[in-house]
């Protein structure tokens, strides 16, 4: 009470002699108001339970919460250097933005990273490199039961659902796959008017809650799926297991940022929470799984199918093989999403400790194909903090076909790394259902971003692929990606992992993967 006293006392004070002051100076009256505002918030720090901080410091303490709220801001703009800020470092950043505006992506004195760290990776060049493809290559996705087959940029747009995305983003976005001729996988928030309106391709994700083709109890609505899924902008139909940043729990959407539009996308009630289930109801096991995809595959009218998922157990990866080759299909694709990969929001211990990071991941999915037998018919996809044309290359070093971005592509469109996704307060109009902050969102300027910025990284990656002296990603070999492992070791991909041969686990398994076949098994995930 005695500091209540003395703030009061002192506030008291300086009203009262500045009193007399009134008739000669015009600042008075604000400064007075100001004086008793100061006292009004110290004795409220000192009266208040919540935080000991203001208490012990009452009106000074505040500051000590201003800074707090603009650490992030402080330590992206003006702490962290070009090469060591997270998610994406500042380099990295800079290089889309100078892509997407169609500016010089050019590097001056040469390179900032520290070459002889451990995990320094690079690429292996070939003394007589060759010319640079003129075409930009496409992956066919298709298999032997698919009459629809799609050639597949290698890269594209990864899965972002509208809803965690803003009306204008996802336009923009469309708009610029559809400039550029490559894919735009809509995420599982269900199939928006903001996803047809420019014709770009789409891959149509669908996740735990079936949004866009669910019944009214929240299960698999077969005949709403076929209707959707016959649209011509839907070129390939993928369904989610997982995403890499949270594995094992389902999405949430809470009931204020549930609209009337977003309500009628997904089809759930408006208003209310949207809880998606962690796992799929219309399978258990996974022969269940191969059979639903082949389901969702006719259901389609012949277009490719296939599934996304950030891998776990390697094991339960097997039995899925088995299943495959047990029931004699397949699915079209499969993208591998890294648990470095991003979200809209996730629990801190799922998006730092659960999933396979990408390397590892690609690497088993890969591997395990060639070894059942199955290489040749399933592409691999591979999305997980893909931004520049090495970035691609590395991934088909490591085994994948071609690659997704969502967050590069987010920077495209203007996202500054506020990481504020969750908050619906972007500062930019990408993450966000406010309409006042979405307008910022210029759709024509952004979506030719977009474009801009897909056009040079694929390009970036042709010129890689060809310094290697290669003439097309098929070329690619493990060789030709190297990993300093100390600091008078390198090695490459080829000497750093197993590769096997086709069909070798059917015949002769190594060691290293003999438990893990033995144990799978076709009708249960878990063994």
């Known amino acids: 009470m005695i500091r209540i006293a003395v703030i009061v006392s002192i506030g008291a004070a300086a009203i009262a002699s500045g009193a007399t002051a009134a008739t000669v100076s015009p600042w008075w009256w604000p400064a007075a108001a100001l004086c008793a505002a100061i006292c009004a918030l110290g004795t409220h720090d000192l009266l208040q339970r919540s935080h000991s901080v203001l208490r012990n410091y009452p009106v000074l303490g505040h500051i000590r919460f201003l800074l707090e709220s603009i650490r992030p801001e402080l330590q992206q703009y003006f702490i962290e250097r070009n090469y060591d800020g997270?998610?994406?470092?500042?380099?990295?950043?800079?290089?889309?933005?100078?892509?997407?505006?169609?500016?010089?992506?050019?590097?001056?004195?040469?390179?900032?990273?520290?070459?002889?760290?451990?995990?320094?990776?690079?690429?292996e060049s070939s003394i007589r490199p060759l010319p640079v493809a003129e075409e930009e290559p496409r992956v066919r996705i298709g298999g032997p039961e698919c009459t629809k087959p799609y050639d597949m940029s290698l890269l594209n747009v990864s899965a972002m659902s509208?809803?965690?995305?803003?009306?204008?983003?996802?336009?923009?976005?469309?708009?610029?796959?559809?400039?550029?001729?490559?894919?735009?996988?809509?995420?599982?928030?269900?199939?928006s008017e903001y996803h047809l309106r420019h014709g770009g391709d789409l891959v149509w994700e669908i996740g735990t809650g079936y949004f866009g083709c669910r019944t009214a109890d929240g299960n698999f609505d077969r005949a709403r799926f076929a209707e959707k899924a016959a649209h011509d902008n839907v070129k390939c139909v993928s369904l989610k297991l997982s995403q890499g940043a949270k594995p094992g729990i389902g999405g949430v959407l809470p009931g204020e940022k549930v609209t009337g539009e977003i309500a009628r996308v997904r089809e759930v009630p408006?208003?209310?929470?949207?809880?998606?289930?962690?796992?799929?109801?219309?399978?258990?096991?996974?022969?269940?799984?191969?059979?639903?995809?082949?389901?969702?595959?006719?259901?389609?009218?012949?277009?490719?199918?296939?599934?996304?998922?950030?891998?776990?157990s390697r094991r339960e990866f097997l039995a899925v093989?088995?299943?495959?080759?047990?029931?004699?299909?397949?699915?079209?694709?499969?993208?591998?999403?890294?648990?470095?990969g991003g979200t809209g929001a996730a629990p801190l211990e799922f998006a730092d400790h659960l999933g396979t990071p990408l390397t590892e991941g690609l690497l088993t999915v890969h591997n395990a194909l060639v070894g059942a037998g199955l290489r040749d018919r399933i592409k691999i996809g591979a999305s997980g903090k893909v931004?520049?044309?090495?970035?691609?290359?590395?991934?088909?070093?490591?085994?994948?076909?071609?690659?997704?971005?969502?967050?590069?592509?987010?920077?495209?469109?203007?996202?500054?790394?506020?990481?504020?996704?969750?908050?619906?307060?972007?500062?930019?109009?990408?993450?966000?259902?406010?309409?006042?902050?979405?307008?910022?969102?210029?759709?024509?300027?952004?979506?030719?971003?977009v474009h801009r910025f897909h056009s040079a990284t694929v390009r970036s990656a042709q010129q890689i692929i060809a310094s290697l002296g290669v003439h097309e990603p098929a070329g690619l070999r493990p060789h030709m990606l190297r990993r300093r492992v100390d600091p008078v070791t390198v090695q490459s991909y080829a000497e750093l992992y197993d590769w096997l041969d086709p069909g070798q686990l059917l015949i002769d398994p190594p060691e290293s993967w003999a438990a893990d076949w033995k144990a799978a098994d076709p009708d249960r995930f878990t063994a």
């Open 387 to 449: 931004a520049t044309g090495a970035d691609i290359v590395k991934r088909m070093v490591q085994g994948a076909d071609f690659t997704n971005a969502a967050r590069a592509m987010m920077f495209a469109v203007g996202c500054i790394q506020a990481q504020s996704c969750h908050t619906n307060a972007c500062p930019v109009g990408v993450a966000t259902q406010d309409p006042r902050r979405a307008r910022a969102l210029n759709v024509d300027d952004k979506s030719a971003r």
């Open 321 to 340: 093989c088995k299943a495959m080759i047990e029931q004699g299909t397949a699915p079209d694709f499969i993208i591998v999403d890294g648990a470095e």
């Open 270 to 312: 408006e208003g209310r929470t949207v809880v998606s289930p962690p796992y799929h109801r219309t399978f258990g096991t996974p022969r269940e799984l191969i059979r639903f995809l082949a389901e969702m595959r006719e259901l389609s009218g012949g277009k490719p199918v296939g599934f996304k998922l950030c891998v776990g």
């Open 86 to 123: 997270r998610p994406f470092d500042r380099d990295v950043r800079s290089l889309v933005y100078q892509r997407a505006k169609g500016d010089e992506a050019e590097l001056p004195f040469g390179t900032e990273r520290n070459v002889y760290a451990e995990g320094y990776e690079y690429f």
């Open 162 to 191: 509208f809803g965690s995305l803003s009306a204008n983003a996802v336009l923009a976005l469309n708009r610029g796959a559809a400039l550029g001729g490559f894919a735009h996988d809509t995420g599982e928030g269900g199939l």
